[in-house]
């Protein structure tokens, strides 16, 4: 039995290091708001933006009237404001689920530019070929898809 015991106390530490998908998600956006800082991009405090600023958690409507919060909205001196959702997923999940909800619902924001940004491999590649075929179809808007933080830095920072 003390055999057992050390077996369950040796994977015990795997468990706990392993992030929750929304631990995982918040790590992320961390990552997302330094490259924005380290790319000349500053922090705001309020939704005032200058130009080259952005704030974190900003609220709209989401398709069913409810308050939700956008992972970033940003003021780009080259494009205006920007609203963006960032998500991880890292393995196979619900993400590719959520994608026609983030598509309706950034669809009623009043930015003309919308961006959602990946990282992972965690979606299924079919929800991710919908959701790039429907954000191309929207006529009012730009509406771009990131697969990664490189993608979405190099267009924001203009250097695609």
């Known amino acids: 039995m003390g055999s057992q015991m050390s077996l369950f106390a040796e994977a015990s530490p795997t468990v706990k290091d392993s992030a929750t998908p929304q631990e995982s998600n918040r790590r992320f956006c ?4 330094t490259a924005l800082i380290d790319s000349g991009f500053s922090i705001s405090l309020d939704e005032n933006l200058e130009p080259n600023s952005f704030c974190t958690r900003q609220t709209y409507k989401d398709m069913y009237g409810n308050d939700r919060q956008s992972s970033f909205l940003i003021n780009s001196a080259q494009y205006g404001l920007i609203r963006v959702e960032a998500h991880r997923q890292e393995s196979s999940g619900s993400v590719d689920q959520k994608f026609p909800f983030f598509f309706e619902s950034m669809l009623g924001t009043s930015e003309k530019y ?4 990946f990282d992972g491999d965690g979606y299924k590649k079919e929800a991710y070929t919908w959701l790039i075929n429907k954000a191309e179809s ?3 808007k730009v ?3 990131f697969r990664s933080l490189d993608n979405f830095l190099e267009w924001i920072t203009g250097a695609e």
């Open 30 to 33: 961390k990552e997302l708001e």
């Open 114 to 117: 919308l961006a959602i940004v």
């Open 138 to 140: 929207v006529e009012d």
């Open 143 to 145: 509406f771009k898809v």
